[in-house]
C-alpha cells in the first residue's frame, strides 16, 4: 500500500495539536489518538482498494509492427464490473528504446462501464522486441491510501526499419516508367527486345525499328516499339560486416543500405524480375535465392529487419565465388558495402572482376560526408593540418579504387546515405533501358 497527499496531510494535524498545546500531556495523548486513527483508516482504505482490483479487467491491444522513429497508438481497453467509480493511474512496460507520450494513464471509470485510453509508443531500436508487464495503481474510496499491483500483459512485437525515403525511391521509378493503363505494372518503351506496339516513325528513330510491311501496307514509314526485357535476375548482397557500422547522421550506414534494399527489391518485383538476396559478413548469415513473387518482398523485410552488422571483417572471396556458383543465369548483382577500409576493399576488387565475366556487378557505396568536409578544412594548428592531410589521403585512396572499380567493368552508386535508395533505383532502371542486364 501507497499513503496518498491526503494521507500525509491528515498526519499533519497531529503534530498542528501538539503545537496548538504547547506540548502538553493532553496535546501529546490527542496527537496519538489522531494519528492511531489516520494510520486505521489507511489501512482500512488500502484493504478496500485491493478489493477493487478485483473487479476491474484490463487489456492492452497492441499494433501488429511497430516502424522505428515512427509513433504509433497502443490502446488499453479498460472494464469496471463493480457499482463504485475508480480512479486508475497505469504505467505500461515499454519495449527496449521505447518512449510513451504520455508516459502514464489515468483513467476513471464509472461503476459498471468500459473505457479505452490510448498513448503513443515510439521506438529506435529495430528487430523483435517485447512489451513487459504494465503497472497499476488505484486508490482507495477514501483517496487515503493506494494499491499497486502487476498487469499481466507480456507481448512480442516487430520493430521494422522506417522507410523514410520510400515516397521518393517511388517518385524516381515512376518519371522513369510510363504506367501502362488499367495494370499495376510499369512498362518503359524504348531500346527493349519485347515487341510492344506500332507507330508513326520519327527521324530520331533507329532505322532497324522499321517495320516494312506494315509500311507497305500503310504507305507511310511505321516503326516498331519495344520494351524492356522482364524476368530478370537481381541479387542482393548487402554487407554486414565492421565497416558497415560506423554512423552517416542518426543511423548507422547499414541501416541506410538495408532500407535501400528494401527499396529496390519493392522496385524490381515491381518490374517482374526476380530479386535474391545475400548478407554477409566473415560468412553468409543469410541467403534468399531470387524469386519474383510478390512474397519475396515481405521474406527480404523478414530477413533483414533483425539482423545488425558484427565487428568481423567480410569475406568476400567466399561470398562473391558462392554468388558465381550458384546463380548461372546472367544477373545484376548489387554489391551494397563500404571502401573507407582500403585493404577490405582491396581484396574485393579482385573477385568483383572475376563476377564481372558473367554478371553485370552494381557497388553501391556511401559517401563519406565527414571526410569531405575535413578536407575542406583552412588548418590554423598543426592537429588541424595532420587531420587535414590524413582525410585528404584516405579520400584520393578511395576515390583510385571507385576508379579501379570502374576500369573494371563495375558499375558505381557513390552517393550521400539520404539519397542512396533514390540513386540505385535510377542506376536499376537504367542498367535494364541499356539492356546491360
Known sequence: MIPTRRLLLLGTIALAVILAGQGAAWSVNVAWLIVAAVVLAGIVDGVLASLRIRTIDL??????????DQPLPVQWKFENRGIDEIT?????GLPESGTADPDRLTVRLPGRSRVT?????????????????????IAGPLGLCCRQFRIPARAS??????????????????????????????????????FESLRDY??????????????ARRQTPITRNYEVERHQNLMLMVDGSRMMTTYCGSRTKFDTVLEAAVLLTRAALDQADAVGLMLFSDRVDAYLPPRRDRAQNTRVMETLYAQYPRLVEPDFETVLTMVSRRIRRRSLVVLFTDVTVTEAARRMLAYVQMLNRRHVCLVVTIADESLQSQELVEPRTADELYQVGVASQLMLE???LLERLRRSGAEIVDTP???????TIERYLELKRKLRM
Open 202 to 215: 520519327s527521324p530520331e528513330d533507329d532505322i532497324r525499328w522499321l517495320d516494312w510491311k506494315a509500311t
Open 398 to 400: 578511395r576515390a583510385e
Open 88 to 92: 486508475l493511474e497505469l504505467r505500461d
Open 59 to 68: 487489456r492492452r491491444d497492441v499494433p501488429a509492427r511497430l516502424f522505428v
Open 157 to 194: 512485437v516487430r520493430s521494422l526499419p522506417h522507410l523514410g525515403n520510400r515516397r521518393a525511391a517511388e517518385l524516381a521509378a515512376s518519371t522513369a516508367l510510363v504506367r501502362q493503363g488499367g495494370s499495376h505494372r510499369y512498362r518503359w518503351r524504348g531500346a527493349g527486345t519485347v
Open 417 to 423: 546515405a539520404d539519397q542512396i535508395a533514390v540513386r
Open 117 to 137: 485510453a490510448n498513448y503513443r509508443v515510439n521506438v529506435t531500436k529495430r528487430g523483435l522486441l517485447a512489451f513487459a508487464d504494465a503497472t497499476g495503481r
